[in-house]
Each structure stands twice: as structure tokens, then as C-alpha cells.
């Protein structure tokens, strides 16, 4: 089966930085995938890892260790619209993605 | 293109009705996947097609749930003799062979009283 693991919650000031971790296991690993969620809302694509890394795309990076079975999502120079849920998700087997339950995160003031 | 497009957005039926729901995916899209989705939880895979093929189906589909995708465009999603678990937002998603970039539509959220 598919097991993956985050954080329930967090809370970050708007300006700052975050890190969202995400740890995974799987028999076979196709990469590794960041959704974004707002409440009441569908996901959006963030990210994908395929290789062992940091990729940066604006304000956000995610990162990936294949033989740690882990992920960070970084968010840089937090913004209140940046509160949502963020979703990490893998592929198994013949399942296109298996989600985690999400990190819900609170940016305040 | 306007995106991923679901219908009915809400729908609010008693137990033991029959309810369908329609998804309509990106024109170029030729993978289609359905997913459930409740409160505090990620989305749940269900189901995919590749064109008109159903590849995949999740041990949560019981044999109260079905999916079509005649046409390999549009698809439904049917759950027959509801009950109250199965209230949940029901979300359907696409994308090409490349399939690690799904893009969602908006969902359909199930109220059964």
C-alpha cells in the first residue's frame, strides 16, 4: 500500500518562510507531486519531482530525497492568500496519485 | 478552453436514490479521473479512463457506483441506493499522456439526508 505523511496544520506571519514536509513510502516511485487547495475550491498543480533536488519556481520550491522518501514544499515571502491546504501525492502501482490528507495552512498578519 | 467543468456544483438527495453526475474534461485531455473528497482528507482516487477505457478502479467503488466515458470526452459517475457516507465532494480531473499535471474541475458536492 501507499502510506504518506504531513502535517496536520501550520501557521506562518505573512513575509516569512515556510516549509511543508512530506514523507512517502512506495514500492516503486514515479515521482512526487505538490497540490495547492483552497477552501471550497478544487486542487491546482504546484509540482513535480521526479529527481533528487531543489526546484524553484517563484515564491515556491519542493525538494526531494528519493532515498529518504521525503519532501519539503518551501514558500517564501508568505502572503495571506497563500493560506490553503497543501496536498503531497505519489503515484502506486496502477493508481495515478495517491494524496496525502493535506497540511492546512494559516498565514496571519 | 475554460477548463475542467462539473456538473450539477450541488446536489442534495435522500437515502436511497439513484444520483448522476457529468464532468466534462479538457477538449485535448484524453485521460479522465474521478476522485472523493471529504472533510480534512486528501481527494481519494476512484476511477480513470484513458479515452473510453476504464483502466483502474479503486476497492472504494462498490458495485453501487459506476463510471462511462462513451465518447472518450465527457463522463458520468452514477451512484445508485445513496446513503449517507456517501455524502462528499466528488472531484474529476484531467490530462494528457502526461499525466502527472491533472487539472481539477470544481467538483460536485453530494449532500444525502
Known amino acids: 500500500g501507499q502510506n504518506i505523511d504531513q502535517p496536520t496544520e501550520m501557521t506562518a506571519t505573512e513575509g516569512a518562510i515556510v516549509q511543508i514536509n512530506c514523507t512517502y513510502q512506495?514500492?516503486?516511485?514515479?515521482?512526487l507531486f505538490w497540490y495547492q487547495q483552497h477552501a471550497g475550491e478544487a486542487p491546482t498543480f504546484l509540482s513535480y519531482?521526479?529527481?533528487?533536488g531543489l526546484e524553484e519556481k517563484g515564491r515556491f520550491s519542493s525538494f526531494l530525497s528519493r532515498s529518504k522518501g521525503y519532501s519539503y514544499l518551501l514558500l517564501k515571502e508568505l502572503q495571506m492568500k497563500d493560506s490553503a491546504s497543501y496536498l503531497c501525492?505519489?503515484?502506486?502501482?496502477?493508481?495515478?496519485?495517491?494524496f496525502g490528507k493535506g497540511t492546512r495552512l494559516s498565514v496571519i498578519a | 478552453d475554460t477548463g475542467v467543468s462539473q456538473d450539477p456544483r450541488h446536489k442534495i438527495t435522500k437515502r436511497g436514490q439513484n444520483v448522476t453526475f457529468r464532468c466534462d474534461p479538457i477538449?485535448?485531455?484524453?485521460?479522465l479521473y474521478w476522485y472523493r473528497q471529504t472533510l480534512g482528507q486528501g481527494p481519494e482516487f476512484l476511477t480513470y479512463?484513458?479515452?473510453?477505457?476504464?483502466?483502474?478502479k479503486s476497492r472504494l467503488l462498490s458495485d453501487r457506483f459506476s463510471a462511462e466515458r462513451p465518447k472518450g470526452s465527457f463522463s458520468t459517475l452514477e451512484i445508485q441506493r445513496t446513503e449517507q457516507g456517501d455524502s462528499a465532494m466528488y472531484l474529476c480531473?484531467?490530462?494528457?499522456?502526461?499525466?502527472?499535471?491533472?487539472?481539477f474541475g470544481p467538483g460536485t458536492r453530494l449532500t444525502v439526508t
Open positions: 479512463f484513458q479515452n473510453e477505457a476504464q483502466l483502474e
Open positions: 512506495t514500492s516503486g516511485f514515479n515521482g
Open positions: 501525492a505519489v503515484p502506486s502501482g496502477n493508481t495515478p496519485l495517491v
Open positions: 477538449s485535448e485531455h484524453n485521460r
Open positions: 480531473a484531467s490530462s494528457d499522456d502526461r499525466y502527472y499535471e491533472q487539472y
Open positions: 519531482n521526479v529527481l533528487d
